[in-house]
């Protein structure tokens, strides 16, 4: 359906009230009748739910999912090397902070200006540094953070991103609670550490606010419960999980119920698998391939993952890359997990083991190329370790990383390692 021209459409409906009424006209009537409609279509919209394919193939219980799973390796080291472990998860981190930083400079530029920026600043375009020129400047960005901040000669330290704020929330989360906790703990972790959020991830936290039960948080007034917000959090579980995909999913499910439901949810479970997959495997696509076992396998999600895995090595450049999705989903919004997750998984195919060809291709894409970039460099980075990404992309960060975390405004980078690789041991101890 082209919900381009349904905007359009609604937009004009906008601008001929505004019209009439700035001509005198009285429209309280009819807005107040528009408003009626609305309301009445929103509501008929969300009780229709699901159809009974979806609602028969795809669960939203973790016990119906798991059932619904192919066979996979649900563990993938035969022990836990804490010497391993560190200099992966280092890649991992700092390669998802380096992505993401490279892409939030840009995020959602149409292509064509992020050429243009190239062009003007004298940068190569896939980009292969970070930006020296950026669009508003002085526009705050996450509370704390100003665009400039993202620049390279601006670089001190992890600017703050909502991908990266809540990778250091999941490790608050996981020190408070455990690596068993549920999504009540999600909840209330919410509340704690939250001052906003955005999408999905806002309706829920409102809805926590107004003491809707957590159970049904993340459905109630809710459309973007298949949006991209549960799996840019699903990187922590991943980490507290390297090498055990099954348990990293169950993780990311305990998470990402909060908000999502549906692909929603099993876009988080897939990149938490992954993620933890990426640490014992030797190439990001066979860590993809693994995570694929981790959903269910009638799923939309699942069919479409597996579409984009099967593609990704066919698939040349960026552009190569926008040409195949835009011929795909045509109508899909750009924050929507399935559309993002193509930009990740093309990614990872074009670049493989370099860190830079992956970020710089994940970013060229657009659409939410902070997100999914960030995600792109996680996985690489488990995959290659800290020591096969160029330093030009994690030295102008010393040791400093900036969220909007209540309480908790500056992290440590070796601090953020050491206390994941502390919970990663536990989790080991446990298996």
């Known amino acids: 359906m082209n919900y381009q021209l349904l905007n359009k459409k609604f937009e004009n409906v906008v601008r001929w009230l505004e019209v009439r009424d700035d001509e005198g006209r009285n429209l309280k009537p009819e807005f107040q009748k528009l408003m009626k409609q609305f309301d009445g ?36 080291w035969k022990e836990f090397s804490p010497v391993l472990y560190t200099e992966k998860l280092a890649g991992a981190w700092l390669g998802r902070a380096a992505a993401c930083t490279l892409g939030a400079a840009v995020e959602f530029h149409d292509v064509r200006v992020m050429k243009e920026m190239a062009r003007y600043s004298g940068q190569a375009y896939p ?30 330290h992890i600017p703050c991103d909502d991908d990266l704020t809540y990778t250091l929330l999941g490790l608050l989360i996981l020190e408070d609670y455990g690596a068993n906790f549920t999504t009540a703990d999600i909840g209330k972790a919410w509340l704690k550490y939250l001052p906003m959020a955005c999408t999905a991830e806002h309706i829920a936290l409102e809805n926590l606010k107004a003491r809707v039960n957590w159970k049904t948080a993340g459905e109630k007034d809710n459309p973007f419960i298949e949006w991209i917000g549960a799996d840019i959090r699903s990187d922590p579980w991943g980490y507290a999980a390297p090498g055990l995909p099954e348990k990293a999913a169950e993780m990311a499910y305990n998470d990402a119920f909060i908000s999502h439901r549906y692909g929603g949810l099993y876009g988080s479970m897939f ?7 990426a640490f014992a495997v030797d190439h990001p696509l066979e860590a993809c391939r693994i995570a694929l076992s981790e959903i269910p396998a009638k799923s939309r ?35 929507h997990t399935i559309i993002n997750a193509a930009c990740t998984i093309f990614g990872l195919g074009i670049g493989g083991t370099d860190f830079t060809k992956v970020a710089s291709q994940v970013v060229a894409m657009g659409w939410d190329n902070d997100c999914t970039a960030a995600t792109a460099g996680s996985i690489v980075g488990a995959v290659v370790g800290i020591s096969k990404i160029a330093p030009h992309w994690y030295k ?26 502390s919970i990663a041991l536990r989790v080991w101890q446990n298996v």
Not at 59 to 76: D, E, H, M, Q, V
Not at 137 to 152: A, F, L, M
Not at 305 to 325: G, N, S
């Open 301 to 335: 999600a699942y069919h479409e993952f597996d579409w984009m895995i099967r593609q990704a090595p066919k698939i040349k450049d960026y552009e190569h890359a926008i040409a195949t999705i835009k011929k795909r989903y045509p109508d899909m919004s750009g924050v």
């Open 396 to 421: 102008p960060f010393g040791d400093r990383c900036r969220t909007y975390i209540n309480g908790h405004e500056w992290f440590s980078n070796q601090d953020i390692i050491r206390r994941f690789a």
């Open 127 to 156: 980009p292969v540094d970070y930006w020296t020129i950026i669009r508003d400047p002085w526009e705050s960005r996450y509370i704390k953070s100003k665009r400039r901040d993202y620049v390279r000669k601006n670089l001190d």
């Open 41 to 76: 279509q929103i509501k008929k919209l969300a009780r229709l739910g699901p159809s009974p394919a979806v609602a028969r193939d795809e669960p939203n219980s973790l016990k119906a999912i798991k059932a619904k799973r192919t066979k996979g390796p649900r563990k993938l």
């Open 271 to 277: 990149f938490s698998a992954a993620i933890a997959a």
